[in-house]
């Protein structure tokens, strides 16, 4: 996928995603919060942040920071931080293969529903272990492709429209972690039938 095309699909997504995406997926971001166990003090980076549907779910004694490439997505986000007067969050446009962090600037990352989004998902985790500290923790919760003929089927089907969708149906999580070379301390299923998967890492670079 080209990262005008992940653009443009967002910007279509926009007005609607918080009513469509947001019930849907919320089990996801509860648990990735609830593993997350946030302490005191902590400097956290969520990668796609998107309308920032997650950002309250934070406790404000730490400090995060949402990055997003859409600008209308962002724009939503925004609305919602100042609306809760939170000062602990703080939201960016900046793509996430190419941040303007330094290295090791926060404790912990989250990507929730983004690995499968970006055009070059190993771009998107160098840049991930980049940013984060040497043994920090990354969340990453995502959907990947899952087993059986009927569903393998149907993803290798809507592949084929991955540009309009914005993001890639065909993500087999073996792939993933192999080609990252990602350090996998658990893996829990989450939202409806466990199609999604909620991946804690143990950053070794």
């Known amino acids: 996928m080209k990262l005008e095309n992940v653009k443009s699909a967002y910007k279509r997504y926009a007005p609607i995603y918080d009513i469509v995406f947001g019930k849907l997926f919320n089990h996801g971001r509860k648990e990735t919060l609830k593993q ?30 949402g990055i997003d490439v ?25 793509d996430a293969e190419a941040m303007d962090f330094e290295d090791n600037s926060f404790d912990k990352v989250v990507l929730m529903y983004v690995a499968s989004v970006v055009p070059n998902p190993e771009k998107l985790m ?19 492709s899952k087993e059986g003929k009927m569903v393998h089927f149907f993803e290798k089907r809507l592949s084929k429209i991955a540009e309009k969708l914005g993001w890639q149906p065909d993500f087999k999580v073996e792939k993933f972690i192999s080609e990252n070379d990602l350090q996998v301390e658990n893996t829990t299923p989450v939202n409806i039938f466990g199609y999604w998967t909620l991946l804690q890492v143990k950053n070794n670079k």
Do not use: W
């Open 126 to 144: 160098q840049e991930t272990k980049r940013v984060c500290k040497p043994d920090g923790e990354i969340f990453i919760l995502n959907h990947f």
């Open 70 to 94: 859409s600008t209308e997505m962002l724009a939503k986000a925004e609305k919602r931080i100042a609306k809760a007067k939170a000062d602990h969050l703080q939201v960016k446009e900046m």
């Open 36 to 65: 997350l166990q946030c302490n005191p003090g902590e400097h956290i980076l969520e990668v796609g942040v998107g309308t920032g549907i997650s950002l309250l779910k934070y406790p404000k004694t730490v400090n995060v920071v």
